[in-house]
């Protein structure tokens, strides 16, 4: 083993032999696998955390799993109550994982101001609300404070207060229609905006106010315990469909649950491309790099001929041999790794500290820059991945060493 390191050793420093040929195919071996494993990176890095970043933004409205009645479910508005007094609420004891559940009410409504007007969702919360799933979308102001008295300050989206020609601390009317079969006169509520938000999902920015729970309970004419809808989040999103069926196990029969995989379906079904295209990325690089080390292996060979008959004549078996070009194989991958990895964690670092780049079109992806996320343990796994198939690739070529004869080989050069 030590003659064999020796020798690799000697093949990799050029001392045995005066380097020609193999110095710049080596050098282009070792940029491919460092240019492949860099690229690897980055598509790991941004993919997963796009699709992570979008799921956070679907949860912070909707939570991970939503529990209503079942008349509730084709709507965004709250249409029938639910109680609040239910065994799972304001703790959800008889399900493992999850982190916090919250009561929530909604009611479509009508802003109109003396310029323009525009439709929107007042989703109404308590103060159960986790509003830390909000605070790295507050742009301007504050978040509204609903734990004392009812409160008529809201949190509106910097698109829908630019379409309103609002800003913080001015207020507005809304107009709350009656709902259909109802004897009920229209609301009319006067509000406050006390902050902005901007999730960069348009489809909750051009729709969504965060208003006191307190003001639907009182236009719907309910009790102070009868609320839309419950929120669930859970510490592991992956556990979404399990925790659902088991959610749903756990509540009374006129209940119902929802996950947001199946509430926003298409959203989801997208994002789980994000996979697929990951792995494509993934196989392509492998494959670059691979035929760029056979390439390199070769010529080596080739280079070496002479040596390889010498050390056949002197009695080294073919696979002693072919171990010394695979342990150079491995040397070179190992330099491209180190170089990949090194600029390529650089860059993602960089750009999780300082967002340096942006999408051309935030809109398509629901988000201004692009997110990364930098999962260690995968990483790792990657780079051994990567390494042991580029030396699985190079078996076969290296059984070339078994068909030279020792004799042509002293004379070859």
């Known amino acids: 083993m030590n003659f064999e390191f020796y020798i690799a050793k000697r093949l990799i420093t050029g001392k045995e032999h005066k380097i020609s040929i193999s110095a710049p195919i080596i050098k282009i071996a070792i940029s491919a696998i460092a240019l492949g494993i860099l690229m690897m990176l980055i598509a790991i890095a941004t993919g997963v955390g796009l699709k992570y970043k979008i799921r956070e933004k679907v949860a912070a409205f ?81 978040l509204p404070d609903y734990s004392r008295d009812i409160s008529d300050g809201v949190l509106m989206s910097t698109y829908m207060a630019n379409r309103l020609r609002l800003k913080v601390g001015d207020s507005f009317f809304s107009i ?43 236009m719907n004419k309910w009790g102070p315990d009868e609320v839309g809808n419950f929120e669930v989040f859970l510490d592991n999103f992956d556990a979404i469909d399990e ?53 390199a292996l070769l010529v080596l060979i080739l280079e070496r001929t002479p040596m390889i008959g010498i050390l056949k004549a002197l009695g080294t078996s073919n696979w002693s041999i072919r171990k010394v070009f695979l342990y150079n194989a491995t040397y070179l991958i190992g330099v491209g790794l180190f170089w990949g990895n090194l600029i390529g964690l650089g ?32 990483i790792i796994l990657l780079n051994i991945g ?26 070859f050069e």
Not at 83 to 109: C, L, M, R
Not at 275 to 295: S, W
Request: aromatic residues 12%.
């Open 386 to 411: 990567v390494l042991v198939l580029c030396l699985l690739m190079l078996l076969i070529p290296s059984h070339i060493i078994t068909k030279i004869s020792p004799i042509k080989a002293i004379k």
């Open 243 to 295: 925790k659902g069926k088991e959610i749903y196990g756990k509540i009374l029969s006129d209940l119902d649950t929802k996950t947001i995989k199946e509430k926003y379906y298409t959203i989801f079904e997208w994002i789980g491309l994000f996979d697929f295209n990951i792995a494509i990325i993934i196989g392509i690089m492998v494959i670059v790099g691979g035929i760029n080390m056979i390439t």
């Open 347 to 378: 860059v993602l670092l960089l750009q999780q500290w300082f967002k340096l780049f942006k999408f051309p079109n935030p809109k398509e992806y629901y988000i201004e820059y692009i997110p990364v996320y930098i999962d260690v343990p995968m």
């Open 62 to 142: 909707n939570g991970h799993i939503q529990i209503s009645n079942y008349d509730n479910n084709i709507s965004d508005v709250s249409v029938a109550p639910v109680s609040i007094n239910q065994d799972f609420y304001p703790e959800f004891k008889g399900v493992s994982g999850i982190s916090h559940i919250q009561a929530v009410a909604s009611k479509g409504g009508v802003i109109r101001t003396e310029d323009t007007f525009e439709g929107f969702v007042a989703k109404g919360v308590g103060r159960d609300y986790h509003w830390e799933v909000f605070q790295e979308y507050l742009v301007d102001g504050t």
């Open 176 to 218: 709350f229609p009656k709902e259909s079969n109802s004897r009920q006169t229209p609301n009319q509520r006067k509000f406050q905006i006390v902050g902005t938000y901007d999730s960069g999902f348009e489809e909750f920015d051009s729709k969504i106010i965060v208003v006191d729970i307190r003001h639907i309970q009182r």
